[in-house]
């Protein structure tokens, strides 16, 4: 059964920084591209970050690049989202999931996610 498993959201401050992190099991994480997407209330869901299976290769929405960074640890099957010079519009439940690295699809059903909140 895969599990995706977000966590690390919170409140913070614009400016502020927030790690990510996405626990899977239950499929082979070292053979998928994974990436992070985020969806704000009223709007659809947009990916954010992508990474290859072995991290060789990275991509970033243009709302984030240079302030957002995708990395993943497949020894823990673990893909992470560090998050630098937050602003209130990158305010979403942030969500991750396995992908194709080159189209918009995704593998697996959307874990719960993780909420992140940039206000003052």
């Known amino acids: 059964q895969v599990q995706l498993v977000e966590s690390g959201g919170g409140l913070v401050q614009p400016g502020g920084s927030l790690r990510l992190s996405c626990a899977a099991s239950?499929?082979?994480?070292?053979?998928?591209?994974m990436g992070w997407y985020r969806q704000a209330p009223g709007k659809e869901r947009e990916s954010v970050a992508r990474v290859t299976s072995r991290a060789s290769s990275t991509d970033y929405a243009d709302s984030v690049k240079g302030r957002f960074t995708i990395s993943r640890d497949n020894a823990k099957n673990t893909v992470y989202l560090q998050m630098n010079s937050l602003k209130p519009e990158d305010t979403a439940v942030y969500y991750c999931?396995?992908?194709?690295?080159?189209?918009?699809?995704?593998?697996?059903?959307w874990g719960q996610g993780t909420q992140v909140t940039v206000a003052s």
């Open positions: 239950g499929f082979a994480f070292g053979s998928y591209a």
């Open positions: 999931n396995a992908r194709d690295y080159f189209s918009a699809r995704v593998m697996f059903n």
